[in-house]
């Protein structure tokens, strides 16, 4: 009878030891972290597109699935800091966008992989090796807007016909190929270009001024995220300079200018849902140098009538038969 009680007893405690080591046997899963590198300042709507379409996947905040968001508050320069600072933590995704966000994470990180949720000329830029392989950490979406400079002065020659001087709004910090395809497309249109470089929101009264006093009579805005943030000041002052612009995103129109031509898909939100795809792609294992650069496919010109009206133009019936949208 001792015998028996003695060894179930002792049975007992083995059991009772082995459970520390059955725990450490099979330690939690790492709750994966997606760094959230920001130009601006919260609350932004591309970041909580992202958010809530990692939920829709079955993605839970605090259980599966971890953000740490670093905001740089229009300050561009703070970038490299707060790229670095997820790096150190670390992330296991980095989200992005624009060059200046998109190349702080790549210098910040050459391991980590880096998703573009809202990018223009990538390749162009050198952070892929090719749209179709970008090779090293970086992959995600990019806008071509090089390839649309061209059709900014069509647009602009059928609404102003014989105009010979046109002023370029262009962010001297983004890329240089929109401004090359401009002007190759200038000399074959007789068209004289008038370049103003900005760096800053504190740049732009000075390139309006500069821009009356070349009396010019239009004015193009290249792509760039210091531009599109701040699409109302620049189409007020467009209007105040009764310049009739174009520019690649349409929320220059919704603000005011009077017409866009750029990707149909040029919602600030489009790139952060396909962000998504990118993030559950890397955190289910696969490498951001086999995952392809998106691309958009699709156009769309348009054309805000209350500003021509302001403007005092007319647009004529064949630009408007092409107008995709009109704002009346």
């Not at 130009?39 to 932004?44: W, Y």
């Not at 890329?175 to 760096?199: C, G, I, K, Y």
């Not at 129109?253 to 396909?274: F, H, I």
Request: hydrophobic content about 45%.
């Amino acid at each position: 009878m001792w015998y028996s009680t003695f060894r179930c007893l002792v049975t007992l405690f083995l059991s009772l030891l082995a459970v520390p080591f059955a725990t450490d046997a099979q330690p939690l899963a790492k709750m994966p972290r997606i760094g959230i590198l920001a130009l601006g300042a919260p609350p932004h709507q591309g970041v909580d597109t992202l958010r809530h379409g990692l939920h829709e996947l079955g993605y839970v905040e605090g259980q599966t699935i971890g953000f740490e968001s670093r905001w740089a508050e229009f300050a561009f320069e703070r970038l490299p800091a707060l790229a670095a600072e997820l790096v150190r933590l670390p992330v296991d995704v980095l989200v992005t966008h624009g060059p200046q966000g998109v190349r702080a994470a790549k210098d910040a990180t050459s391991t980590i992989p880096i998703v573009m949720a809202r990018m223009d000329d990538a390749e162009e830029h050198g952070l892929v090796a090719s749209l179709a392989r970008p090779g090293g950490n970086v992959t995600g979406l990019s806008h071509q807007t090089g390839e649309l400079s061209g059709k900014w002065l069509e647009f602009l020659q059928e609404v102003r016909p014989r105009l010979v001087h046109v002023a370029v709004l262009w962010d001297a910090t983004g890329t240089v190929n929109q401004l090359r395809t401009l002007e190759s497309a200038a000399r074959t249109m007789n068209v004289r270009l008038h370049v103003l470089e900005v760096r800053s929101r504190s740049d732009f009264d000075g390139a309006f001024a500069t821009a009356k006093t070349a009396q010019v009579g239009g004015l193009v805005i290249l792509g760039s995220p210091l531009l599109t943030l701040n699409a109302p000041q620049l189409a007020e002052l467009a209007t105040q300079h009764r310049l009739p612009a174009i520019y690649g995103d349409r929320r220059f129109v919704e603000e005011g200018g009077l017409m866009a031509y750029g990707p149909k898909e040029s919602d600030p939100s489009w790139g952060w849902r396909r962000a998504v795809v990118y993030v559950d792609k890397l955190l289910k294992g696969a490498k951001p140098a086999d995952l392809p650069v998106e691309r958009p496919s699709q156009f769309a010109l348009v054309i805000n009538l209350k500003s021509a009206q302001a403007l005092g133009i007319t647009i004529p019936p064949v630009v408007l038969f092409q107008a995709d949208e009109v704002i009346r």
